[in-house]
């Protein structure tokens, strides 16, 4: 690279680094900072300034769900909320129903397993919403296994 | 880890990070407010670099769950907690790839489209299309620079910022970011997509559509 190109390439960083700051607090002018950097011409500039509106248009925040967000908690604070402990179970169950029929019957088994262990350790776990969540796990795996 | 360790009265909720790192490693209750503070931003991270909200809850349960049991090995010498999270988020995303040997690439969400809904259908369909082929192209580039786009436009970071979390320089990221773009525009240019065409266009139809108004 000889000495103008590499001109050249700081200047560009410096003009994409600009860009990138004004797009993000949503006070960019292309053409103010084209002009600014003495690149007005340069359609190689605007491609890549074009480039870099797109990904931020086609990546928005998202929102990770609440029972998962509030299972994890649960799972890592290990409180013994009964409330939590539903929507524990309600995520748990959430992620069968995208398992294929045998993974979902091997899951199940596992969560049974799991929810045995649970009461026969005894900590203080709500029978009902551990039969309950049972509940609502059968006709999810019965309907998955009869389409089978 | 205990629950017994924190002062009376402790309120977790606006706690300085720091008192909360330094809590975490014997009371989960500080754990689990640094957890409530990034879960959202962990989240997004493995989104953008999966693709699917089953592997992102996958991976960021792993984050979280790794994070607690090494926190006693975190060490705040300048490198914020959050730069720590990113740091194992990476190391995941990487195993993963190694292990899974595959590399998704997913449909466009809806939320894409709702962006634009107020455009013309004929460009929402082309600006729909050309955001699948550049969403998918972000994923085919090296992981560093995946992970520099997703800091910078999901995580809005500053160079400066972004330099901590990846160990280089404000320079250094700078440099990236253009070679990043400079890679996305001839991947692009070789599919026949031309970003600047239709961005264009969709601008040209707002500004005709709020001048008629």
Redesign the interface.
């Known amino acids: 690279m000889n000495a103008s190109n590499s001109q050249y390439?700081i200047i560009?960083?410096?003009l994409?680094?600009d860009h990138?700051?004004g797009l993000?607090k949503g006070v960019v002018s292309t053409t103010a900072l084209l002009t600014r950097y003495g690149l007005t011409g340069d359609l190689?500039v605007?491609?890549?300034i074009?480039?870099?509106?797109?990904?931020?248009?086609?990546?928005?925040?998202?929102?990770?769900?609440e029972a998962?967000?509030a299972a994890?908690?649960a799972?890592?604070?290990?409180e013994h909320d009964h409330n939590m402990f539903d929507r524990l179970m309600a995520w748990r169950l959430e992620?069968l129903r995208?398992l294929s029929p045998h993974m979902q019957l091997l899951g199940g088994l596992t969560l049974t397993a799991g929810i045995y262990w649970i009461v026969t350790r005894g900590r203080g776990v709500n029978i009902q919403s551990v039969v309950k969540a049972a509940g609502d796990l059968l006709p999810t795996l019965s309907s998955s296994e009869r389409s089978a | 880890m205990k629950n017994d360790t924190r002062p009376p009265d402790f309120d977790y909720a606006s706690a300085e990070e720091s008192e909360l790192v330094a809590l975490a490693a014997e009371d989960?209750?500080a754990?689990?407010e640094l957890?409530?503070r990034y879960?959202?931003r962990i989240?997004?991270y493995f989104?953008?670099r999966m693709g699917s909200?089953?592997d992102?809850?996958d991976l960021?349960?792993r984050v979280?769950?790794r994070a607690?049991a090494h926190i006693e090995n975190y060490d705040d010498r300048g490198v914020p907690f959050s730069a720590w999270l990113y740091r194992i988020a990476h190391n995941l995303v990487a195993n993963w790839h190694r292990d899974n040997d595959r590399h998704k690439v997913i449909p466009l969400?809806e939320?894409?489209a709702n962006?634009?809904l107020t455009d013309a259908p004929d460009i929402l369909t082309e600006h729909k299309e050309?955001?699948e082929f550049?969403?998918a192209s972000?994923r085919r580039l090296p992981e560093e620079r995946q992970q520099l786009?997703?800091l910078?436009?999901?995580e809005?970071m500053?160079?400066q910022e972004i330099g901590e979390i990846m160990n280089r320089t404000e320079g250094a990221i700078?440099?990236l970011?253009?070679r990043t773009?400079?890679t996305?525009?001839d991947d692009?240019t070789a599919k026949g997509i031309s970003?600047?065409r239709v961005?264009?266009e969709v601008k040209r139809k707002r500004r005709v559509r709020k001048n008629n108004a």
Do not use: C, W
């Open positions: 390439e560009l960083q410096n994409l680094a990138a700051d993000l190689y605007k491609n890549l074009h480039i870099a509106e797109q990904i931020q248009m086609a990546m928005p925040e998202v929102e990770p769900s998962f967000v994890l908690y799972q890592l604070v290990g992620r995208h | 989960k209750l754990f689990g957890y409530q879960v959202k989240y997004n989104y953008y909200h089953e992102a809850e960021t349960a979280f769950i607690m969400d939320f894409l962006k634009i050309e955001q550049l969403l972000i786009i997703f910078k436009f999901v809005r500053s160079n700078k440099s970011y253009h773009l400079s996305l525009h692009l970003f600047g961005a264009e």
